[in-house]
Structures are given as structure tokens and as C-alpha cells.
């Protein structure tokens, strides 16, 4: 076994996902989910290479017991990861605020700050730190590392940054634009440098990341410059809980007039707005269902988050002047054909032209969906976050 093998979870507020990998070679050794934490009955799996470990139905009170039957499962599996040679634990961290921008050992002292941190991200940041708190304590021999979500988009340059509000209230709350998926977007920027066999220096590119929460980056040379995704994951493109872009005056009017409290306005804003407000499901795969079966409210939620899909990619184009690769990425991305062609049919003129075949065809992994002549390559790169998280964190132990 080798010595740079590295288990990264990622803690969210009712699930945990873990993966093992052996980071110099990009090998998934091992991968997991624990959902469902605090209900009456969860779910857990664990698949070792062949083998697949459940344990499915039994209640999970909390991240501590996720944790203990993630390892369990191993054990079950025949991997006990004390004897797997972990060289560190990578966590996922959605906010690191002004405060961290690269991949940071976990101490009492940055489970503090990142505590402090907690009003910025209150859905994120707070099962995250549940999750370094839980892993640490199961595993007090191994480095820790958090890897920011908000890492990549650091040093976006001001324009794209700083809000048009009040210099001071700005300064005195930490309000700017953070952007979120940086991991993502980092990770499948390379690869399309990779992919085209050119140096990631000379690219200008957009990334679409489409998952369930969905965002899109402007990368010059390999740093962003842009991304749709604001103080909160809650700006920019139509998610699947999610809005994207509104009038903030919406807020106003729902506290005033229809009496909805803060709370009220947040949990509507995070989970039952986006495609899931619109049409009733989240799933994108449900979404298309219920537009073959002529459901006119599927149809429009659709619609609407085209719409707002290419507003950005227009938006993005004149950004950068010339654009010499778009990639879709997650879920949504990497699996939806219609998708694809719809945010960037009818844009000849702007260089843009996709082949319909490559486009629809079957082929998973790294691909090109653009035609031969395209000015702009379209590609379609899976994205991995996890090795990107295992990545990074050999670049800190
Ligand atoms: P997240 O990590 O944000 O939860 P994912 O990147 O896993 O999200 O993307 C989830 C979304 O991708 C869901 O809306 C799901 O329906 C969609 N998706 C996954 N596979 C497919 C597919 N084969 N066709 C269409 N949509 C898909």
C-alpha cells in the first residue's frame, strides 16, 4: 500500500461522503456515503474496489456515529484504515472567508476562526466543522487538512469582487463576492489544459459547473477572473433548491408584506426555490421526465434556467474578449445533452459551434462536443473534487 493514500469527507448537514484515494496515481480505493444523519432510519455504503459493504435502515444519531460506521464498513470490507498508511484526512471546507484561501492544516485554532466564520456559510460551514471536529478526534494521528471551496476565487480581481454597496458596511461586514466550487473550477480548468495538450497560461476559459448547485467561472491563464456565485452560493445561475440571481427587493417585500420572518425567507431562498420552487422536483433527471410527460411547469423551470445559463455565457464571452474553451462539468453537465446544446445553440457568429453528435453521443470521461472548426472548443470534463482535495493536501503535509 502506498504511503500517500488520503480519506476525504465531505460533511454536509444530514450526510457524510468519504472517499479513499491514493492521490499520486488519482486510484479511488474506496468510496462512501452515510445519509440520512439524525433520522429515524439512514443509509451507508461503502465500496472497496469489488466489494460493497451496507448497512442501510439503522438509525444514525449524529456525524460521530456516521463516522464510526464508515469505519466499521471498512473494517467489514477488510480495509481498517488505521493499517491503510493514511498520509492525511482531507476536508472539504465551503467558506474560508478573508481568512483562508489555501488548503490549511486543521488546529484548535482554525476550527475557531472557521467557527467565526459560521454566519457567513450557516448551512456549509457548520456540518463541516462537525466533521473535522468527529474525524480528528477518530483519527488524532493523521494530518488534517481543510481545502476551501472559496480558495480559487481569492483573488478575483476587484471589479468582479467588490459589491456596489456602501464602502464602509462593506469593509466593517466582510461583504464581497467570495465564489463558491473553486475546487471544481480549479480542477477542471487544468484538465482542460491537459486534454488540449496546451499550456494552461495561454487559455481563456468559462467552466460550467451544473449540479445540483451550479455555477460558472471566467478563467484567464489558469486564474479566475469572474464566477457567478456571490457572499453566498445562493447568487447566479438557477440551481436545484436554489434561485440564482434576484431583485433583492424580493427579501423586503416578504419581510414586510407577506410577513415572512428572516429564517423563513433563508429556508425558501435554499431550499425551495430554483428548479424544485418551479416545477416540484430538484432532480434534473425528474425535471425531464415530467417535460416529456407535457408538464407545462416543468417546461418553463427548463426554460428559465437556460435563460439564465446563457445570460452568463454571454456574459462571460465579452468578459474575456476571446474565449478559447468552454467545459461543462458535474451532473447536469457532464450527463445532459440537451443542456449543452441549448446554452450555446444559434452562437456561430460568436465562434461557437458544437457537433450534435459528439454532443448526444454515449461517451463518458474527457471529451470535445465542439465541431472540427470551431473558433471555441467545447469540452465536457468530468470533474473530480475529492482528488483534488487529496491534492492539495500532500501540498501542505
Ligand atoms: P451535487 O454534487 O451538487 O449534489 P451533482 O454534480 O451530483 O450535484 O449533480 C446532481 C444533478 O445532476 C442532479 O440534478 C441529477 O439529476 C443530475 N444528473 C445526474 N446524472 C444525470 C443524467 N444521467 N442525466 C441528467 N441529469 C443527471
Request: proline residues 5%; negative net charge; hydrophobic residues 40%.
Amino acid at each position: 500500500m502506498s504511503e500517500r493514500n488520503v480519506l476525504v469527507i465531505n460533511s454536509g448537514s444530514s450526510s457524510l461522503k468519504f472517499e479513499l484515494i491514493e492521490a499520486d496515481s488519482g486510484t479511488s480505493l474506496a468510496e462512501g456515503n452515510v445519509e440520512r444523519i439524525g433520522e429515524d432510519t439512514s443509509l451507508a455504503g461503502l465500496r472497496v474496489g469489488e466489494r460493497e459493504v451496507r448497512r442501510d435502515g439503522e438509525p444514525i444519531a449524529d456525524h460521530e456515529a456516521a463516522l464510526r460506521t464508515a469505519f466499521d464498513m471498512f473494517d467489514e470490507a477488510g480495509s481498517n484504515l488505521a493499517e491503510m498508511n493514511l498520509a492525511a484526512v482531507g476536508h472539504r471546507a465551503v467558506h474560508g472567508g478573508q481568512t483562508f484561501f489555501e488548503p490549511t492544516l486543521v488546529t484548535d485554532e482554525l476550527i475557531a476562526k472557521m467557527a467565526e466564520l459560521a454566519p457567513l456559510a450557516p448551512l456549509h460551514n457548520p456540518p463541516g466543522l462537525l466533521g473535522m471536529t468527529v474525524a480528528r478526534k477518530l483519527l488524532p494521528d493523521v494530518p488534517h487538512v481543510a481545502v476551501f471551496d472559496t480558495a480559487f476565487f481569492h483573488d478575483l480581481p476587484a471589479p468582479a469582487a467588490t459589491y456596489a454597496i456602501d464602502r464602509e458596511v462593506a469593509q466593517r461586514w466582510d461583504i464581497r463576492r467570495y465564489g463558491f466550487h473553486g475546487t471544481s473550477h480549479q480542477y477542471v480548468s487544468e484538465q482542460a489544459a491537459v486534454f488540449l495538450d496546451r499550456p494552461l497560461s495561454s487559455l481563456n476559459q468559462i467552466v460550467l459547473h451544473l449540479g445540483n448547485g451550479a455555477s460558472v467561472s471566467a478563467i484567464v491563464g489558469g486564474r479566475a477572473v469572474d464566477t457567478s456565485m456571490g457572499l453566498t452560493p445562493l447568487e447566479g445561475l438557477v440551481m436545484g433548491t436554489r434561485p440564482g440571481d434576484i431583485d433583492p427587493g424580493i427579501t423586503f417585500y416578504l419581510a414586510r408584506t407577506a410577513g415572512m420572518t428572516i429564517d423563513e425567507i433563508d429556508e425558501l431562498y435554499n431550499r425551495r426555490s430554483g428548479i424544485l420552487g418551479l416545477a416540484g422536483a430538484n432532480d434534473f433527471r425528474e425535471l425531464l421526465k415530467r417535460i416529456d410527460a407535457g408538464d407545462q411547469a416543468a417546461r418553463l423551470a427548463y426554460d428559465i434556467y437556460i435563460h439564465r445559463l446563457r445570460k452568463y455565457v454571454g456574459g462571460y464571452l465579452a468578459l474575456l474578449g476571446t474565449t478559447d474553451v468552454i467545459t461543462f462539468t458535474a451532473g447536469v453537465g457532464e450527463n445532459n445533452p440537451d443542456v449543452r446544446r441549448d446554452a450555446l445553440s444559434g452562437l456561430g457568429a460568436l465562434g461557437i459551434e458544437l457537433d450534435e453528435q459528439l454532443n448526444a453521443g454515449p461517451t463518458r470521461g474527457p471529451r470535445r462536443i465542439s465541431a472540427a472548426g470551431s473558433p471555441t472548443t467545447v469540452l465536457v470534463i468530468p470533474t473530480n473534487e475529492e482528488l483534488a482535495i487529496a491534492r492539495a493536501c500532500l501540498s501542505v503535509i
